[in-house]
């Protein structure tokens, strides 16, 4: 019998990691352009996905989207920020004001697209 332990899903979190520390975004504060974040959905597949991003309150923070379905994007921040997708590329903007970690969904997909990491 072959049990599957966490250790699948952690190495392709780890190597996202790897690949985001390639850069020197890490080192560099928030420009005024703020956070941008590109996503893929292409025959039901969302990249990308469970994504850490560090943002701040205030920040402005936009997401991108080029699919090939509807769907509906919904931040669960404060305040809370909806946006309806259709096939396409679209973008939509929002801030946010309180703290804390901010997912950002797909609820039909029913996929999480990143989690914010909100700053004070
Ligand atoms: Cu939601």
């Known amino acids: 019998m072959i049990r599957r332990l966490a250790g699948p899903v952690v190495i392709p979190a780890v190597a996202l990691a790897l690949v985001a520390g390639c850069g020197r975004e890490n080192d560099a504060p928030a420009t005024n352009d ?3 974040i590109d996503v893929v959905i292409e025959g039901g597949t969302v990249t990308p ?3 850490r991003i560090d943002a701040a309150v205030g920040e402005t923070v936009t997401v991108r989207i080029d699919s090939d379905a509807d769907d509906e994007l919904h931040v669960h921040a404060v305040p809370e920020h909806s946006f309806e997708i259709h096939p396409g590329t679209q973008e939509t903007q929002f801030a946010v004001d309180v703290p804390g970690q901010v997912a950002i969904e797909l609820h039909d997909a029913g996929k999480t697209v990143a989690t914010l990491l909100v700053r004070p």
């Open 34 to 36: 703020g956070v941008v």
């Open 49 to 51: 996905s469970d994504e």
